[in-house]
């Protein structure tokens, strides 16, 4: 297999809070590969926007990347080393400041975010926004520039884009205001794009819109994604590979259809039960019981056995290890989950979670009733 | 073209203001107790002297009659004559205002020159010793009154150093050969600003210190917004988003507290030329009501009315040239 576009090893972010340190990431690996759309899932606070922003060195203050390794193709975005007195610090290889701005940011990686009402200055036009980024990131006149961003603007559907290139972003509406950063991003040809809950602030319709937009776009440009979202069907729709998070750790990867249909871990199992289907019709939706404990102070062993419905006593216990459990052709599918470890799952006393003991197990009993 | 329909809106809506301006100054004038015909006339006037002088300005009237004489003059822009100095109000007014005028200008200027680095500084350098400091100059400036500063700058720089001059202004286009020791109009200019620099830190530190804390704050929320991030992602340097992408936005709040300073500046203005002893509008006010010149007090308090009118059109029409969501049609 070809070198990844996207290395991450490990890294770890966390944020020095007067309450304690929050470990918002919490050593997650993964790779994108070239043309590949993968997709990080998971529920609020999990860590997803903190890793992306760790990814591109945007973490503010009082956050800090402490650990891991971040490689873009060859250039080295984050990495550690020992120091002669022990210490752990940012290894040389580092790409400086001035590089992530001039050869990374933008160029090579560019990011959608999650608010398009909330990401455009108010006080300049959409056109000179657009025009900006691109003189930043290419090598072209600013003739050139506006050319290629109205342009990108007809691409991503704007009507009568010369016209809407002087346009202020409050002429605009939600939905196209996430296509104009959609062709901020494409217009500065990166290889890969992060796009940061780029539908969640959208209503379905228009949603639906966007994913199809990029889907399309994907295929012209293959430019690389990373998507971050809470939403299973975004996931279904478009990724290739996704990536499953909970509390700062990634807990499940794998291939898409192998994701819906050989779920392995009860997170994922539970996230694919609370989507409301289509095909249907139930007295109440299933969410997932109780919510995410605060990533100051994770719960031992398993962090999800506290709500996991399959919860064992040796879950309290034993971290999992994160490990591949895939089969021997494809891509691997990795769980950490003690129910795939023999460290003695099977003869552990059940355990009363907010899942089982709080609600009377309806997450399983869902489970048995769909699976007959 | 919406901001031309917007400034063009917003001059218009400053007529019902200023006609409720001169019946306020009106009604409040005519409350005053006193009779400006007895001090006018000395003790013990005859009767006959009185209802002359009554008849002369009209006070023989009834308030309505007299309401609508005096709304109709200042339209035509005659406010009368000044019974203490015995000349049109509007030749006093325009011998002081640009004298007070000169004054505010200075000040405001020495206010915005020092407060927004001094605020753009806090806010990039948060709780470092830049912040802290800039912290206690503000808070020393918001808490020291005007006229103290004045006397301890005339202690310190006329009398012990006798550097710059303590007394009066000098108007920069004044004839050189009115001005002392001035050949040319550079000589005069260069006079002027020694007269000025004592007055205007006087007048200017309190609104220095208000500045600069909202240019910190409001500096501050900008550069938590979504699109400095953004700017961020893209590559746009530090320098480059403080000047470009925050300084736009966070002029906003700036331009809505210097609008309203205004009114601060004004009643500054009164105690800052009593204490330089400047010949402008404020000590115009004072001698007016001290004698209870009642033309003159209507005209000066209608004055200050028409020059905060005027402050707060200038604050909007600006806010509008730099936020294009105030001027435009169908913003949200």
């Known amino acids: 297999m070809a070198e990844p576009l996207l290395t991450v090893e490990n890294l770890q972010t966390q944020f020095f809070t007067e309450e304690g340190v929050v470990r918002a990431v919490d050593g997650i690996s993964f790779t994108v590969e070239e043309g590949e759309l993968v997709g990080l899932v998971g529920e609020s606070g999990a860590g997803k926007s903190v890793a992306t922003s760790s990814i591109m060195r945007l973490v503010e203050e009082p956050g800090e990347v402490v650990g891991g390794t971040v490689k873009y193709r060859d250039q080295v975005i984050i990495d550690f080393e020992e120091g002669p007195d022990g210490e752990r610090r940012p290894s040389d290889e580092m790409l400086s400041n001035k590089q992530m701005r001039d050869e990374i940011r933008g160029n090579e990686i560019a990011i959608i975010f999650q608010d398009p009402m909330e990401a455009l200055n108010p006080v300049f036009t959409v056109g000179s926004q657009l025009k900006e980024f691109i003189e930043i990131n290419r090598d072209v006149s600013g003739k050139e520039a506006k050319q290629i961003a109205i342009d990108m603007l007809r691409e991503v559907g704007i009507p009568e884009p010369e016209e809407r290139y002087d346009s202020y972003p409050h002429q605009f509406s939600g939905g196209m205001r996430q296509r104009v950063l959609i062709a901020m991003a494409l217009s500065c040809e990166p290889s890969l794009i992060i796009a940061d809950e780029p539908t969640t602030a959208l209503d379905v319709t228009v949603e639906g819109q966007i994913l199809d937009l990029v889907d399309e776009l994907q295929d012209k440009y293959g430019t690389s994604f990373v998507w971050v979202t809470h939403d299973m069907g975004v996931v279904a729709e478009i990724c290739d590979r996704v990536n499953v998070m909970y509390l700062g750790e990634i807990i499940e990867q794998a291939e898409v259809d192998d994701l819906f249909h050989d779920t392995k871990h009860p997170y994922t199992q539970a996230l694919l039960k609370s989507m409301p289907r289509p095909d249907e019709t139930v007295e109440e939706l299933n969410p997932i019981k109780g919510v995410m404990p605060e990533a100051i102070n994770p719960p031992p062993g398993c962090r999800f056995h506290t709500r996991c419905p399959d919860a064992r006593e040796v879950c309290r216990r034993t971290r999992p290890v994160y490990q591949d459990v895939s089969g021997p052709e494809g891509y691997p599918h990795r769980v950490s989950c003690v129910k795939y470890e023999s460290v003695g799952y099977e003869d552990s006393e059940p355990l009363d979670t907010e899942a089982t003991a709080a609600f009377g197990g309806d997450i399983i009993e869902a489970q048995g009733e769909s699976n007959e | ?332």
């Open chain 2, 1 to 332: 073209m919406s901001r031309l329909r917007y400034t063009i809106g917003r001059l218009l809506q400053a007529i019902p203001v200023l006609i409720g301006v001169v019946t306020i100054t009106f009604l409040l004038t005519d409350a005053i107790p006193g009779d400006p015909v007895s001090i006018m006339l000395g003790p013990s006037p005859s009767a006959q002297q009185a209802a002359a002088i009554r008849a002369k300005f009209g006070l023989d009237q009834p308030l309505y009659v007299r309401y609508f004489n005096y709304l109709f003059d200042v339209i035509r822009l005659d406010l009368g004559e000044s019974l203490y100095y015995s000349v049109p109000v509007t030749q006093k007014i325009m011998e002081r205002l640009p004298i007070t005028m000169l004054l505010m200008v200075s000040s405001f200027t020495f206010a915005l020159v020092t407060a927004i680095p001094l605020g753009i500084i806090s806010a990039k350098r948060r709780n470092k010793p830049a912040d802290h400091i800039s912290r206690v100059v503000a808070l020393l400036g918001v808490s020291t009154p005007s006229f103290w500063i004045g006397l301890m700058l005339i202690i310190i720089f006329a009398f012990n150093l006798n550097v710059l001059p303590a007394t009066s202004l000098v108007m920069p286009w004044a004839d050189p050969s009115t001005v002392d020791g001035a050949s040319n109009q550079i000589d005069v200019i260069i006079t002027a600003i020694q007269h000025l620099i004592l007055p205007t830190i006087t007048l200017g530190t309190l609104q220095m210190a208000a500045f600069t804390r909202i240019e910190r704050s409001s500096m501050l929320e900008v550069l938590g917004e979504e699109y400095v991030k953004l700017a961020r992602a893209y590559g746009v340097s530090e320098g480059k988003i403080l000047r470009k992408h925050a300084f736009r936005n966070a002029q906003l709040p700036l331009i809505t507290i210097v609008g309203l300073q205004l009114t601060t500046a004004l009643g500054g203005a009164v105690l800052t030329e009593t204490v330089f002893n400047i010949n402008g509008m404020g000590r115009l006010v004072i001698t007016a009501i001290q004698n209870q010149d009642f033309l003159l007090v209507m005209g000066t308090t209608l004055m200050f009315g028409v020059v905060f009118v005027v402050g707060v059109i200038i604050t909007d029409l600006s806010y509008a040239y730099v936020d294009p969501r105030v001027s435009f049609d169908g913003g949200d």
